[in-house]
């Protein structure tokens, strides 16, 4: 059935034409349901795909994985335990690959219920927690893993030989990573908050002593390891990220 052209309400001045949900998107509770299942089904045959390609190059990103470790040898003390540790990687990665086609599938299923002004933030704010958290991960590697491993390293190169289990170390960079890229999204909440009136800039400057004390938890709670470092360093790249964010909030005029 062909949709007609929804035209403008000329009783509603600009502001409340833009709040408005199109009529020709408007679905019933039955309708979202399904809507969700399809979705939800969409994505998880990507994420399926996505894990089985990566298994079948997990070597490759092993090796590239391994290389902030600085030769440290890597022992199997169990028997599959590579095997399992090859399965975890490829199931970290193929999420990874897969998540631009899930947030597609999850901007399909809210835009009905999105009205016109909502619909214009979508795409940068989208783009933006994509961006963030693809910088995130590179933080993590190139900066927060390397920092701590070497903090390990050289604490102990005296007294004892480096040889790491492959399952700890793998579990160690995937959640560091994978922390510090949700982390990363700090600026689009504050910005989504600020657009839905909830928290202006200056009640997000006002709170900052509340914003270090949560950065230091954070960063000891998401950090696998204990190290003084990692968990400097990605508490000071949370209240970066948050004042960045509260810069952001004051350009848009909130």
Known sequence: MATTEVKPNPDLNSEEYLDEIPEDLEMSLFDHLEELRTRIFYSLIAV???IVGCFFAVRPIVNILELPAQGVKFLQLAPGEFFWVSFKVAAYCGILLASPFIIYQVVRFVLPGLTRRERRLLGPVVLGASVLFFVGLGFAYWVLVPAALNF???YGADVVEQAWSIERYFEFILLLMFG???VFEVPILQVLLSLLGIVSSAQMTAGW??????AVILGAVLTPSTDPVTQSLLAGAVLGLYFGGIGVVKVLGR
């Open 48 to 50: 399926a795909i996505a």
């Open 209 to 214: 002593r509340f914003v270090v004390l949560g």
């Open 152 to 154: 390990f390293i050289n």
């Open 180 to 182: 510090t890229g949700l």
